[in-house]
């Protein structure tokens, strides 16, 4: 593999390494694997590293559904690029506590990040509530020039869903206030 892979030959590349022990090992972490080729996130790390990045090739690998190409996506997508409206499409797509963590990571990166948090912790859909508040943890890390009142300004949204019965929403919601609170 290398920067001028086509969207196709990585993901032929990752069928061929994908195991399917480690496809049904993701299932003891809770995470869903009829879209899992069963490829380490570590793994799947390095391909981004040696693709880099290429915008248009990134929603090429997202539009094949394969999660280990998502996250490929996600990391090898150019945030200044990347649109509210491409967070929203994508997100609309979650349906794992693990891709929704991994992409997160983009999204903070994103001008429109403080207008999704507010948009996606109002949403009712499980994993993109989850969503709002894995941008809430991440932009603690990412963001680090942001003044400390914007992180603070997240804690009405966190009370308001502290109550949310769903355990990816609910663990999401601890963890964006345990990254808030350090």
Do not use: C
């Amino acid at each position: 593999l290398s920067p001028q892979s086509s969207a196709a030959e990585i993901v032929a590349h990752l069928r061929a390494i994908g195991s399917e022990q480690n496809r049904l090992g993701m299932l003891r972490y809770g995470i869903k694997i009829d879209r899992a080729l069963g490829i380490s996130h570590g793994m799947q790390r390095q391909i981004a590293r040696k693709i880099k990045r290429n915008h248009e090739r990134a929603f090429e690998l997202w539009d094949t559904g394969i999660v280990e190409a998502q996250f490929i996506a996600s990391v090898t997508a150019d945030p200044k690029r990347f649109s509210a409206e491409d967070a929203r499409r994508w997100a609309a797509s979650f349906d794992s506590w693990d891709i929704v963590d991994g992409v997160s990571d983009l999204f903070v990166d994103t001008d429109a990040w403080k207008e999704l948090i507010a948009e996606f912790a109002a949403d009712e859909r499980e994993f993109v509530r989850r969503t709002a508040f894995a941008m809430m943890a991440w932009s603690v890390v990412h963001r680090k020039q942001e003044p400390g009142a914007t992180f603070l300004s997240f804690l009405p949204i966190i009370e308001t869903h502290a109550n949310d019965s769903r355990n990816f929403v609910k663990n999401a919601v601890n963890w964006a206030l345990r990254s808030i609170g350090k």
